[in-house]
């Protein structure tokens, strides 16, 4: 692991770096007193009144560097919990952007490993074992991918894990990547190159964009493309092979294609038969809201919906549709556009007559 340190980190980020070396060393018996004075460090650093990176180069603007690092060495050692050893990594970071002793203590561990320990309920054990687990080396995506992994179940079989476990795990790490969304446009600007990509093959007759984007919202979670191929495969093969703003994949295989691109942004490219295209791209257009009171309306008239089509429920035929408007129609609705399937009133506006 290579930590992510800079020289103008705030109180809040050195705090938790130094909980962070403290958990670490907590790992091995031997580092235990060591790690508690991390800990209490962390607690004092989080709570200084001013910033110390900004306090460096307020005393370097009024001396020299050398007379800066000991005046704020000073300042540092008269805190309560800041004792000389600790004071002397923080005017190391604050003057280099490192810290030689922590990153010889977490050379070994799996890069993704500290976003992980940022999340609440994982502690170091924990987030070793995932970021072990699954080759989360990339700190900046490991949040990303691990809440991939457990949305395919491949979490709750790993020791300290069980079903439970894993949805609330992905109910934390959802709430945790959605508080940094696209904004539309880079969003749009990214989905145009994999759709570029993908029209170069001539196994894809269809793209479309899905999710908050097609809705246009201001910013958009994942990046998500509906395509019909006539061999999703080979597709998939052709765009790992020519994208070239892809960083890793996810998940490669059945009709799904799930990258780490640019920026670290997740797109997923979900593949579906022309007979179900209707239904498809409804099912994965909508907002939460509109979906759910879609399905009530099908309830109420005997039907289930899915992202393959329309079940009857009396007889259990399943009614496929090529386009959405026919989906809509079937329901007994005018085709909604996009940008208004996101709060179920809609319905009303848009019944057929």
């Given amino acids: 692991m290579k930590l992510p340190l800079h020289s103008a980190m705030t109180n809040q980020e050195l705090g938790e770096l130094f909980s962070f070396i403290a958990q670490v060393l907590n790992l091995r018996p031997s580092n235990r007193y060591r790690a508690r004075a991390y800990e209490e460090a962390s607690d004092v650093i989080s709570h200084l009144p001013y910033q110390l990176h900004e306090r460096i180069m307020e005393l370097q603007r009024s001396g020299t560097v050398a007379e800066a690092k000991e005046k704020l060495y000073q300042q540092l050692e008269a805190l309560p919990g800041i004792g000389e050893s600790i ?123 899905l999710g908050s984007l097609r809705r246009g919202s201001e910013t958009v979670g994942d990046i998500d493309i509906g395509v019909v191929a006539k061999d999703p495969k080979k597709v998939v093969d052709y765009v790992v092979k020519h994208l070239s703003t892809l960083e890793r994949v996810l998940v490669a295989g059945g009709n799904l294609l799930s990258i780490i691109v640019t920026h670290g942004w997740q797109a997923d490219i979900k593949f579906a038969p022309i007979s179900e295209w209707g239904s498809f791209i409804q099912h994965f257009t909508g907002d939460k809201v509109h979906n759910i009171a879609l399905r009530e309306l099908a309830i109420k008239q005997g039907l289930s919906l899915s992202e393959h089509g329309i079940k009857v429920k009396k007889t259990g035929q399943l009614k496929k549709f090529k386009t959405e408007q026919a989906f809509y129609q079937f329901l007994g609705l005018k085709l909604i556009p996009p940008a208004e399937r996101i709060g179920g009133e809609e319905l009303e506006k848009y019944q057929a007559k």
């Fill in 87 to 209: 004071a002397r990594k923080l005017i190391e970071l604050l003057t280099t952007g490192a810290i030689t002793a922590f990153q010889r203590y977490v050379k070994d561990l799996p890069g993704g490993m500290y976003a992980l320990m940022k999340i609440h309920g994982l502690g170091a054990k924990k987030a070793y074992t995932l970021a072990k687990q699954f080759n989360l080396t990339n700190s900046k995506t490991a949040v990303l991918e691990l809440l991939t992994k457990a949305k395919h179940g491949q979490i709750q079989g790993l020791t300290g894990f069980g079903e439970k476990s894993e949805q609330q795990l992905i109910t934390i790490l959802a709430e945790q990547h959605h508080k940094a969304r696209i904004p539309h446009a880079k969003a749009l600007k990214v989905a145009k190159q994999i759709e570029a990509v993908l029209k170069k093959s001539k196994l894809v007759t269809k793209v479309v964009f």
